[in-house]
């Protein structure tokens, strides 16, 4: 697989030194169980299974590289979308001359770049509204945003709020925790990072990507 200029964003996930050895051989086969978990939903979680690969030192190839920004996109994760698909843009391989999806690819460019460009600003008053929710959730989805602004201590206080808020669906609150696990784990809390991840029970692969995440924490040492 080639190296994406986008990996270099992402691989934010994981700490520098463990992001240049070679692919963990432990954590590709805890991703590849959570791909055939048996509640896997592409839809909802292809996207935290390319940043485990990229996390664990897997260079995505152009048609992953897509799918990674086309799902940040569908999750409103909107500089995370950016940081995938601008370099195929720039490149022309989206939107450019030879694309069969020209047209449908340009109108995206122009909302991923409008978008990301608003992203803090969005997330502001995505939080405002989420004190006002009955769920969680809103608070959660807003928190797993800053990611993509690499402002991991501020996606772990508010992941931490809508888990305290509560009234998530299971699948809602393990992926909480794995982003949960994430934002401790850049944010220096390894250990408390493990103990996150050790509590998902789920048969969505949220369970199987928190152990690539914990074995890319451990190897990472």
């Known amino acids: ?43 909802i979680m292809l996207l935290d299974v390319r940043r485990v690969q990229i996390a664990a030192g897997v260079q995505l190839d152009t048609i992953e590289q897509i799918t990674l920004g086309e799902q940040a996109f569908n999750n409103k994760m909107w500089v995370e979308s950016e940081a995938a698909l601008r370099p195929l843009f720039d490149a022309g391989v989206l939107g450019g001359p030879s694309d ?33 929710k009955y769920s969680g959730l809103l608070y959660t989805e807003t928190g797993e945003g800053y990611f993509g602004l690499g402002d991991f201590a501020k996606a772990e206080e508010l992941i931490r709020k809508g888990l305290v808020r509560g009234l998530l669906k299971p699948d809602e609150e393990a992926a909480a925790l794995l982003h949960l696990g994430i ?39």
């Open 100 to 132: 069969e999806k020209r047209e449908r690819n340009r109108q995206l460019q122009r909302v991923v770049y409008k978008e990301a460009a608003n992203a803090r600003d969005t997330l502001v008053a995505n939080e405002i509204a989420a004190a006002g």
């Open 183 to 221: 934002a401790q784990l850049r944010n220096g809390k390894a250990a408390e990072a493990r103990a996150t991840w050790a509590a998902i029970r789920s048969n969505t692969g949220a369970e199987q990507l928190a152990a690539a995440w914990t074995v890319i924490s451990q190897e990472a040492r």
């Open 1 to 43: 697989m080639k190296r994406c200029a986008a990996a270099i964003f992402f691989l934010a996930f994981a700490s520098p030194a463990f992001a240049q050895t070679p692919p963990s051989p432990l954590a590709l086969q805890a991703i590849e169980q959570a791909q055939a978990a048996p509640e896997f939903k592409p839809a």
